[in-house]
């Protein structure tokens, strides 16, 4: 904790030797995208995108899950993305996993045992599948569900907004980006 009341200490100074304008961002909010991550620590969507104070509108949540939106029952999420939408008026929106999730690993998991497949014992079955597809594939499910906010919607089909879908390797520090005609990941 010492280390981060440190960092915390000194980023008037650092802030200033980079020549960051914090007085501005009292004034003006207007990020130039919005960032939905999962909340994993080893992914850090400033450092990746070498996002500046204010460039960047985070929306972090566990497996950077994007619950279906519920008029009835809105979310910390759903009025965070309805937020950044409609009032901060964000013209792209990415959505980004990163490999060793754990929510997929789960997933995978969990589909194991409702095949009837265990775990246990020395005949333990393996995790079967592709880690990487099934983390791709938990991207495309988000960005799914967030192209059916209703915020978001007329903005899509206006093109005044745009989604994108990347993925982080962890392990190699690369970022890839899902390109639809391709139906792939590749790097950005």
């Known amino acids: ?29 207007r990020p ?11 992914l850090v969507p400033a450092l990746l995108t070498v996002a500046q104070p204010g460039d960047l509108f985070e929306l972090r949540t566990y497996g950077g899950v994007i619950p279906p939106y519920d ?31 754990d929510v997929v690993t789960s997933e995978m998991h969990d589909n194991l045992a409702v095949s009837g ?17 099934a983390g791709h594939w938990h991207v495309l499910a988000q960005v799914d569900a967030l192209s059916n906010y209703p915020c978001v919607v007329p903005r899509l089909a206006d093109r005044s907004l745009r989604l994108h879908a990347w993925f982080h390797e962890i392990e190699t520090g690369a970022t890839l980006a899902h390109h639809p005609r391709a139906s792939t990941f590749l790097p950005l």
């Open 1 to 29: 904790m010492q280390y981060l009341i440190d960092q915390a200490r000194v980023f008037r100074a650092r802030a200033a030797a980079q020549a960051l304008h914090l007085g501005g961002l009292a004034r003006y909010h």
């Open 32 to 42: 130039r995208a919005m960032f939905i991550a999962c909340s994993d620590a080893r």
């Open 71 to 101: 008029a009835t029952t809105p979310t910390g999420e759903s009025r965070t993305i309805e937020y950044a939408v409609n009032d901060l008026g964000v013209s792209d929106i990415i959505v980004c996993g990163h490999s060793h999730c």
């Open 117 to 133: 497949i265990t775990e246990s014992g020395d005949d333990a079955a393996p995790l079967t599948g592709d880690l990487t597809a």
